[in-house]
């Protein structure tokens, strides 16, 4: 690819959190996702092998295998090489709408953020086909983080430098106990419109109806963020969002999608 990641600080020798007193209590609210070790196949080992340094932010730690050091900020033109507008992925899974993203849109940087490897590596795979589909060693304009995305919306994302950030299906922890788990809320809106240039969008989509009663409902009380489709209406599909199968499999069980956009005021 022609703009290498540059190296970025060794995660393994960064302080423990004993002698950072700014990490104390680190993590002490839910996060939106459980911790688990899904193993790679041996043809993702190789591709993971030869080409995640190609993709992957390596960005140093703070306590947590998914943490980021607060006090790392990523330089996103020298990330990519360039100076474009920014989408961010939250959540990318496998990586269905943010390759389809990068491999149609050149004139704009694409960054996903995921806590699996698995789906990580299965996105560089599809990366490195839709590169060759076009000619190329890769997709130049699509990058990788493995983080937790509040740490990354918090502090490691400079402010007002995302154009554009996704959040398509995130986990509805719908039983009433796991709500607190919830990626979307009002601490969340708070993140994304600091992230967010002023006219930037925030889009969303789920398909379970209370949750995208409760992302309207956190959503309309921000102030910082504007509907862009008028109060509490929900947004006509986002016609760029991939049709996966897990979309084809919440409408054969009855499951309407609902999209939102919010526009950083």
Do not use: C
Not at 46 to 57: E, F, I, K
Not at 59 to 77: N, Q, Y
Request: aromatic share 6%; proline share 7%; glycine share 6%.
């Amino acid at each position: 690819m022609s703009h290498p990641v540059p190296p970025q600080p060794d995660a393994a020798h960064q302080p423990d959190a004993a002698d950072r007193p700014e990490l104390a209590g680190f993590r002490t609210k839910p996060v939106s996702f459980v911790r688990r070790s899904g193993r790679l196949t041996d043809k993702q080992k190789r591709m993971w092998a030869a080409r995640h340094g190609a993709y992957l932010v390596d960005v140093p730690r703070a306590v947590a295998r998914t943490s980021v050091d607060p006090e790392f900020v990523l330089d996103v033109e020298a990330v990519f090489g360039r100076r474009a507008p920014l989408v961010v992925e939250i959540g990318s899974g496998l990586g269905d709408a943010v390759v389809e993203a990068a491999t149609t849109d050149p004139a704009r940087d694409y960054l996903a953020v995921e806590v699996y490897q698995p789906g990580l590596a299965h996105t560089i795979a599809r990366a490195e086909r839709a590169g060759a589909a076009l000619g190329q060693d890769g997709l130049h304009n699509l990058r990788l983080v493995q983080a937790n995305a509040a740490e990354l919306l918090e502090t490691t994302l400079p402010a007002g430098s995302v154009d554009e950030l996704w959040v398509f299906f995130p986990d509805p922890w719908h039983k009433a106990r796991h709500h607190k788990r919830r990626l979307v809320t009002a601490e969340f809106a708070a993140l994304a419109a600091r992230v967010l240039r002023p006219g930037g969008t925030l889009r969303l989509a789920t398909d379970w109806a209370e949750y995208a009663e409760q992302m309207v409902e956190v959503l309309e009380a921000s102030a910082d963020l504007t509907n862009a489709h008028g109060p509490g209406v929900v947004a006509p599909r986002f016609e760029r969002r991939v049709l996966t199968g897990f979309e084809r499999k919440a409408h054969r069980a009855g499951r309407e999608i609902a999209d939102l956009e919010y526009v950083r005021r």
